[in-house]
């Protein structure tokens, strides 16, 4: 039996509380979780390493368009990752402009961790949620 190449995921979120949340979600066996509160960490991270999965906040600190740009550079550098952004700020313009940038899916927060889970799912990521789901319980 041969052993699969660990799934890697890219978190951009700078509410440590959200970006926490997260990567417990996908601290699971199967999964290499890589973690930036912002910008220039994600950029850092985006040049060392590719991604199956980009999870990123659209606002970024000071920086109102951080998501858009981590979409940019994640589109030349991480090319086959899906890419899921997240927003407290939903707006028309910039749903269209993450789909340009191939963002799959733009989900208003709050998020349901189950939503992200089966998006990541859907694309072979194992999460804690599938995990915890598969007993019956919610959680």
Known sequence: MSQEKPKSILIVEDESSIRDIL????DVEGCEV???PFLNEAV????TQRFDLIITDLRLGAKRDGGLQVMAL????????????LTAYPDDAVRQASH??????????????GTI???AAAIGVNS??????????SG
Not at 100 to 113: C, M, Q, W
Not at 128 to 136: L, R
């Open 117 to 119: 889970a089966a998006h």
């Open 44 to 47: 850092t991270a985006l040049r």
């Open 74 to 85: 994640a589109g030349m550098l991480s090319p086959d990752a899906t890419v899921l952004v």
């Open 34 to 36: 890589t973690s930036a």
């Open 128 to 137: 804690a949620y599938a995990t915890a789901g598969s007993t019956g319980k």
């Open 23 to 26: 990567v417990e979600l996908f």
């Open 100 to 113: 340009r940038l191939g963002a799959l899916h733009f989900l208003e927060k709050p998020v349901d961790l």
